[in-house]
């Protein structure tokens, strides 16, 4: 069963930061935090992840909180290609499966 | 580098029928991974290998699907015989590894219609 909540849905004005939050309350010491996303009829494609600090690369920034309960995902300049669904999963250091939840669907609005 | 390919994109048959997916993964990758997303939801793991055995198959119908990967390297997903509730998309991702650091990179995924 998925670890995490999120919400269902979001809008984002183009070329704003969107911020997409994700509860983890549950999680534990070896859990890491991933965020994928997946565009209408592709596979899901990785954004990113993280343990404890927060993460950057090229795509986003992942803010995770001190008692790592929750994170942010942060798009800082939302595009129209950047509407998707973004699903939030905790896994464990040593486990093997991703549990997906439904995830929440960005509209980046024109 | 490649990404992983499935085949086919689509398919569409009647229920009671056979159906195969074939998935390649991303070239080195040790460990292969099925997923089945139905509308709406979000992926769901059926079966993990890593090279030529298999991980994790808790979630796999196996009376009626069945998945190998006989070289370590591709792999075929089947159902027999489809029921109607088997409609979905069946992805397939790959892995350099087991740890959890390990990214999942994702192929296209396989369509599947049951009438």
């Known amino acids: 069963d998925a670890k995490t909540t999120q919400p269902p849905s979001m809008d984002c004005a183009e070329g704003r930061a969107a911020n997409l939050p994700c509860n983890h309350s549950t999680i534990s010491g070896n859990e890491y935090v991933y965020w994928y996303r997946q565009i209408h009829s592709q596979g899901p494609q ?24 929750s994170s942010t995902l942060i798009l800082p300049h ?14 464990e250091l040593t486990g093997n499966q991703f549990y997906f939840g439904t995830g929440t669907s960005l509209t980046v609005i024109p | 580098e490649a990404g992983v390919a499935q085949s086919p ?45 298999v991980v994790d198959d808790s979630q796999l119908p196996k009376d009626r699907f069945s998945a190998e990967r006989l070289k370590g390297v591709d792999s075929t997903l089947k159902i027999q015989p489809a029921k109607l509730e088997d409609s979905a998309v069946y992805l397939c991702a790959s892995s350099k590894g087991l740890a959890g650091a390990d990214t999942q990179y994702f192929g296209p995924g396989t369509r599947l219609t049951v009438l």
Not at chain 1, 51 to 69: F, G, H, V
Not at chain 2, 9 to 17: A, D, L, N
Not at chain 2, 23 to 32: E, F
Request: net charge positive; hydrophobic share 35%.
């Open chain 1, 78 to 91: 939302a595009t129209l290609r950047d509407t998707a669904v973004y699903y939030c999963i905790v896994r």
């Open chain 1, 46 to 69: 990785y954004i990113i992840h993280g343990l404890k600090n927060n993460e950057t690369n090229e795509m986003a920034s992942l803010i995770i909180t001190e008692d790592r309960k």
């Open chain 2, 9 to 53: 994109r689509y398919k569409i048959i009647e229920k009671r029928q056979s159906v195969a997916f074939w998935c390649n993964p991303i070239s080195g990758h040790a460990t292969l991974y099925w997923y089945q997303q139905i509308l709406g939801q979000g992926p769901k793991l059926l079966i993990q290998f890593q090279n030529n055995g």
